[in-house]
C-alpha cells in the first residue's frame, strides 16, 4: 500500500506541470481580443470598390505606410494608432506569427504595450485628422494634425501610426509621409515613394520606381523599368532592373544587380557593385569618395573606359585597348572595349577600381 501511494503521488508530481505549460502557451480567445482593444489606441478602416490599374495617393504629416496587393478589385484600408514602444505593426507574408512579443493573428496586432500611456498622447491621437476621398478607381487619403504637427512634437516620440493598405495587384501609388517608413510588396504599376524619416522597401515591381527618404535605406528586388531613388543616409540594395537606374546616397554603400541599360551611382561614404547586362545607350557614371568600386561586364558590351582611383588600383579582367600612352599607371584605366561605346566614368578617392567578367 505504501508503495502505492509513492506511486501515486510521483505522478500527479510529473502530470501537473504538463498541464501547467500547456495552459501557460494557451490563450483564449477572449483575452486575445481584450489586449487588441486595450492597447490599439484608435483603429480606422475603410473599404472602396476600385478597377485595376487605378491610383491610391497617400499624404501624411506622421507614420508609416505599409501597402500589400491581391487579386481583388477594392482598396481596403486601416489606420492603426499606438504607444510608439508597442511594437504595433505588419508582419507581411505572415499570417500568424509572434515577433517582438507581439501577437499577430491573420495579419492583425493583438497586443502592444502595458506601459502607462501619457494623456496628451492620446489627445494628439484625437488630432490627427483622417480624409478619404473616392472617385473612380482611385483613392486619396490625407492625414494631419488640425493643431499643427510642431505643436504636438514631443508627443510624437511616443507615438506610432500605421497605414495599412491593401490594394489591387496592378495599381498605382503615390506615397509621402513625414515621418516612417514605406513598404510596398509585388506590385504591376508605378511606385512614388517620398518620406523625410525612414527606410523604403520594395518587391517585385512591374513599373517605374521612384523613392527619396531623408534618413534611411532603400531596398529593391527587382523593376521591369526604370528606378531613381535617394537617399541622404542608409544604403542602397537594388536587384535586378531591365531600364536605368538612378542611385545616390550621402552616406552607405550601393549594391545593384543586373542592369538591363544605363547606371549612374553615388555615394559619399561606401563601396558600389553593379552588373551591366545590357548595352548601355547613354553614359554611365560610378562615383564614391571612399570605397571600392566593382562592375561586372557581359563581354560583348562596348563601352569607353575612363577609371580612376586616388588612392588605390585599377584592374581589368577584359581586353581594354587604352588611349594612355606610355607605362600604363595603377591608378588609372582610360580605353575601349570591344571598339567603344558610351563613356563608362568610374571614380573613387579611396578604394579599389575593378572591371570583370560576367558569368564568374
Keep these: 500500500m505504501e508503495r502505492f501511494t509513492k506511486l501515486k503521488v510521483l505522478a ?18 477572449s483575452d486575445v481580443t481584450s489586449i487588441e482593444e ?4 484608435k483603429k480606422i478602416e475603410k473599404t472602396y470598390n476600385v478597377k485595376a ?3 491610391l495617393t497617400i499624404v501624411s504629416e506622421f507614420g508609416a505606410i505599409d501597402v500589400q496587393t491581391a487579386e481583388q478589385e477594392k482598396v481596403e484600408a486601416v489606420i492603426i494608432f499606438s504607444p510608439a514602444d508597442s511594437g504595433v505593426g505588419n508582419v507581411v507574408g505572415n499570417n500568424n506569427n509572434v515577433v517582438n512579443n507581439v501577437v499577430i493573428i491573420n ?3 493583438q497586443n502592444g504595450s502595458k506601459s502607462k500611456l501619457d494623456p496628451r498622447v492620446k489627445e494628439a491621437v484625437e488630432d490627427f485628422e483622417v480624409t478619404f476621398e473616392h472617385k473612380d478607381a482611385d483613392v486619396r487619403i490625407e492625414g494631419k494634425f488640425k493643431r499643427g504637427r510642431r505643436h504636438w512634437r514631443k508627443e510624437l516620440n511616443r507615438l506610432k501610426i500605421l497605414f495599412q493598405l491593401t490594394v489591387p495587384r496592378q495599381y498605382n501609388l503615390d506615397l509621402v509621409t513625414s515621418s516612417g517608413g514605406i513598404l510596398v510588396t509585388d506590385l504591376a504599376g508605378y511606385i512614388r515613394a517620398e518620406t ?8 517585385k515591381i512591374k513599373g517605374t520606381v521612384w523613392g527619396r527618404t531623408s534618413a534611411g535605406s532603400i531596398k529593391l528586388t527587382s523593376c521591369d523599368s526604370t528606378v531613381d531613388v535617394k537617399t541622404s543616409a542608409g544604403s542602397i540594395k537594388i536587384g535586378d532592373v531591365a531600364g536605368n537606374v538612378q542611385a545616390q546616397t550621402s552616406s552607405g554603400s550601393i549594391r545593384l544587380g543586373r542592369v538591363g541599360r544605363t547606371v549612374n551611382a553615388r555615394t559619399s561614404s561606401g563601396s558600389i557593385r553593379a552588373s551591366l547586362t545590357g548595352q548601355p545607350q547613354e553614359a554611365c557614371s560610378l562615383h ?3 570605397g571600392s568600386i566593382t562592375v ?3 563581354s560583348d558590351i562596348a563601352v569607353d573606359v575612363d577609371a580612376e582611383t586616388s588612392a588605390g588600383r585599377v584592374s581589368t579582367e577584359l581586353a581594354v585597348a587604352s588611349v594612355i600612352r606610355g607605362k600604363m599607371p595603377k591608378n588609372r584605366l582610360k580605353g575601349s572595349i570591344n571598339g567603344g561605346g558610351p563613356l563608362l566614368k568610374l571614380r573613387t578617392s579611396a578604394g579599389s577600381i575593378r572591371l570583370q567578367k560576367a558569368g564568374r
Design 12 to 29: 500527479v508530481l510529473l502530470f501537473y506541470p504538463i498541464i501547467w505549460i500547456l495552459n501557460a502557451n494557451a490563450q483564449p480567445a
Design 38 to 41: 486595450e492597447h490599439i489606441l
Design 53 to 55: 490599374g487605378g491610383n
Design 107 to 109: 495579419g492583425k496586432v
Design 196 to 203: 523625410s524619416a525612414g527606410s523604403l522597401r520594395f518587391g
Design 288 to 290: 564614391t569618395s571612399a
Design 296 to 298: 561586372t561586364l557581359l
